[in-house]
């Protein structure tokens, strides 16, 4: 049984930790955050008896025990945090982003192939019943291939969810906006359907906030990908100015049909004019319901795969594409260029 702990007790960490609660295979230790109240109190709900709870992540390394970390802090600290644990030989499960720069992005990686250690991201999403209907429907020869995409993420966020946390809203440690924080996931399955970006031209703006944030509250990228041998395109739009939270939408454009993923529903529309539709229930978990209900499975196939020595497939090879992809839209919308995709 390994003994866990989660670095960062905010409201993330909460859906950690229900997820490791109810399973068998580990126990929760340790938990760190700078606020020493808030890991007393993740402590006292979530802890084993005899777990202790520390006012940094040096202080639970050194004194914990700990075999598995969960890093749920804001996004700068994602990498250094990871890195410290692979180098004492802890396995690491992070929040996304992996990284909020290429060059994190390959320190990271550094470490991950010289430790033993396992590593893991976050994308939830790939867990999803609506994410594994998409699968499934793409697998078969009915709808035929694909021909591109279109994504939306609608959602609002206001100045006091950045000018409250410390540390959003602020190019150095969130590192982005609409992107990075809230439609990454988004972005991640375009990848996983469309395959292989080539391209990226990109544009983004701060409508809502300007002089409180200095990140994108609007961000759209027109995507050339290559799918399966053949040019694909996705045009993709996010925004938090929006005045809710709305489910996000993908469309994809197939050959013999078109596949649409809202909420908890897809629908498959044919050409012949057939149309069905697919409720995927959405699981009971704490937190944000647009967040998806993925969380659990992730991190449950997680310790699955460190136990049985299984390919993790949300390691760093298989989420590269997904993080040049978003470096290459901020890198199109900064500097006002094509992209190109870089050779892996």
Not at 23 to 28: G, T
Not at 268 to 287: E, F, H, M, T, W
Not at 311 to 323: M, S, V
Request: a negative charge; glycine letters at 8%; hydrophobic letters at 40%.
């Amino acid at each position: 049984m390994l003994k866990v702990g989660i670095v960062g007790c905010g409201g993330i960490a909460t859906v950690h930790a229900a997820a490791l609660v109810q399973m068998k295979e580990v126990q929760l230790t340790a938990f760190a955050d700078i606020k020493k109240e808030r890991a007393d109190a993740f402590q006292a709900k979530y802890g084993v008896d005899g777990a202790g709870s520390y006012a940094s992540l040096e202080e639970m390394l050194e004194e914990s025990g700990i075999e598995s970390l969960h890093i749920c802090t804001p996004h700068y600290l994602h990498v250094p945090m990871a890195v410290a644990a692979l180098k004492r030989g802890i396995h690491v499960f992070m929040e996304k982003p992996p990284a909020i720069t290429r060059e994190q992005f390959a320190e990271l990686k550094a470490a991950s192939e010289e430790s033993k250690a396992r590593l893991g991201i976050c994308f939830q999403n790939r867990y999803n019943a609506t994410t594994k209907k998409v699968d499934e429907l793409l697998a078969s020869e009915e709808v035929g291939s694909v021909l591109g995409a279109r994504a939306f993420v609608t959602w609002n966020r206001q100045k006091a969810y950045y000018t409250e946390s410390g540390w959003r809203g602020s190019l150095a440690t969130e590192g982005g906006g609409a992107l990075i924080n809230q439609s990454v996931h988004t972005l991640d399955l375009l990848v996983r359907w469309l395959k292989q970006p080539v391209e990226t031209e990109a544009t983004m703006s701060n409508h809502h906030l300007k002089g409180i944030i200095e990140v994108e509250d609007a961000l759209e990228a027109f995507i050339r990908f290559r799918t399966d041998g053949k040019d694909t395109l996705a045009c993709f739009y996010a925004t938090t100015a929006y005045m809710q939270d709305c489910p996000v939408i993908i469309e994809l454009a197939c050959e013999h049909a078109t596949i649409r993923l809202e909420d908890t529903q897809v629908s498959c529309k044919y050409q012949d004019g057939r149309q069905d539709l697919y409720s995927c229930v959405k699981a009971n978990i704490p937190g944000k319901s647009y967040w998806g209900a993925g969380h659990a499975d992730c991190i449950a196939d997680f310790y699955d795969c460190v136990e049985t020595g299984r390919e993790y497939g949300n390691d760093l090879p298989h989420i590269e594409h997904t993080l040049h992809a978003m470096m290459d839209i901020y890198e199109s919308a900064r500097e006002h260029k094509v992209v190109k995709f870089p050779t892996l």
